[in-house]
């Protein structure tokens, strides 16, 4: 199936920028989250097609070669759009094919040793409290992991033959002309062994579903975006390989009251226009739950701010907050009773 303009599937414009991507990556994040939609069988799909498109926008090089080649452009990278950068990573992509014209002398060496597991990525949301002053959860993780019974083998115990077409080698010898070149064995696929007995518990596949729950420590002032690492609690590894670490990226949920940046927090507090004229003193609860008070100056006008220092979010790895800027709303209102107008003409009256 095609895969759908990256653009469109973020709902952007293709001038959008850094903080369109972002605001669009995390409301289709919160609403596509598997978690949040259990009975929806097409949610994971969308949230990995959502998570693709913003990996790929959000980068300026991939992004570029998307708007001038779009996803023909990526392919080459395994669709994600991360290029080669040396030698080394154009010689084991395209391995065989320089095996086969030069001998195998740019072929990496044969694969069957300990091997370190791969690295898990997951998304979590969390709630503006729970960034601002740290929190531990429990991630739960789905994913095809090594086999427990064969080590990753595919073999009953574990236990593979010596492959007979290579002898152990991982490579065969073709003649062509009056050459002899070197590939990789097309029985063995380079492992220099094969499965004689194919393990039962995962039918010589290798692998198993993995559900599992890994307890994060999230540090109080982490931000939308910001990963951490946990290390160790990646894959397995095969053949006696450490396992691979775990990387949680952070996705806020919206706030009823107040809307983060940086170490900011933001806060539309509405009052009457009486208060704005006069001048008043309002109660206002703070993200942790006690009570501030905000002088309000006579002749406040709307959008003015008044800034409570402190009352923000707690720096990450740092001392001190941020602040709490509190934007004025001045309200007017729809309905006056006849006492309320009368007051209202006099007023117009003396101030014109």
């Known amino acids: 199936m095609d895969k759908r303009d990256y653009y469109e599937v973020l709902g952007v414009d293709r001038s959008a920028g850094e903080q369109d991507l972002k605001r669009a990556y995390r409301k289709l994040a919160l609403e596509l989250h598997p978690d949040r939609n259990p009975d929806d069988p097409t949610a994971e799909e969308k949230f990995k097609e959502a998570s693709e498109a913003f990996s790929v926008l959000s980068d300026q090089n991939k992004r570029a070669v998307y708007d001038q080649y779009g996803h023909a452009g990526l392919s080459g990278a395994g669709g994600g759009g991360a290029g080669?950068?040396?030698?080394?990573?154009?010689?084991s992509q395209f391995g065989d094919m320089f095996g086969d014209f030069f001998g195998g002398g740019f072929r990496q060496g044969r694969r069957g040793g300990p091997e370190r597991g791969a690295d898990l990525r997951t998304r979590i949301a969390l709630t503006l409290e729970e960034a601002a002053f740290g929190t531990k959860k429990e991630v739960e993780l789905a994913y095809p992991g090594p086999c427990e019974a064969c080590d990753g083998s595919g073999a009953e115990g574990g236990k593979r033959v010596v492959c007979p077409d290579c002898k152990g080698s991982g490579q065969v010898a073709r003649s062509r002309g009056p050459f002899l070149l070197q590939t990789t064995c097309p029985s063995c696929h380079g492992r220099g062994a094969t499965v004689k007995d194919p393990c039962k518990s995962c039918r010589g596949s290798g692998q198993t579903?993995?559900?599992?729950?890994?307890?994060v420590s999230f540090p109080e002032g982490i931000d939308e975006g910001q990963t951490l690492r946990v290390p160790g609690q990646g894959l397995r590894g095969t053949g006696g390989g450490g396992p691979g670490h775990l990387y949680v990226e952070v996705v806020l949920e919206p706030h009823?009251?107040?809307?983060?940046?940086?170490?900011?927090?933001?806060?539309?507090?509405?009052?009457?226009?009486?208060?704005?004229?006069?001048?008043?003193?309002?109660?206002?609860?703070?993200?942790?739950?006690?009570?501030?008070?905000?002088?309000?100056?006579?002749?406040?006008?709307?959008?003015?701010?008044?800034?409570l220092k402190g009352k923000g979010v707690p720096r990450l790895n740092r001392g001190g907050r941020g602040r709490l800027v509190v934007v004025l709303q001045v309200e007017v209102p729809k309905k006056l009773s006849r006492k309320a107008k009368k007051l209202l003409q006099e007023l117009r009256d003396e101030l014109s």
């Open 84 to 91: 080669f950068t040396d030698l080394q990573d154009i010689f």
């Open 209 to 215: 579903d993995v559900e599992r729950s890994v307890k």
């Open 256 to 307: 009823a009251r107040f809307e983060r940046d940086g170490v900011d927090l933001i806060h539309m507090l509405p009052i009457s226009f009486p208060d704005a004229a006069l001048g008043t003193d309002v109660k206002l609860e703070t993200l942790e739950g006690e009570t501030a008070k905000v002088k309000i100056p006579a002749g406040s006008q709307a959008g003015d701010t008044v800034v």
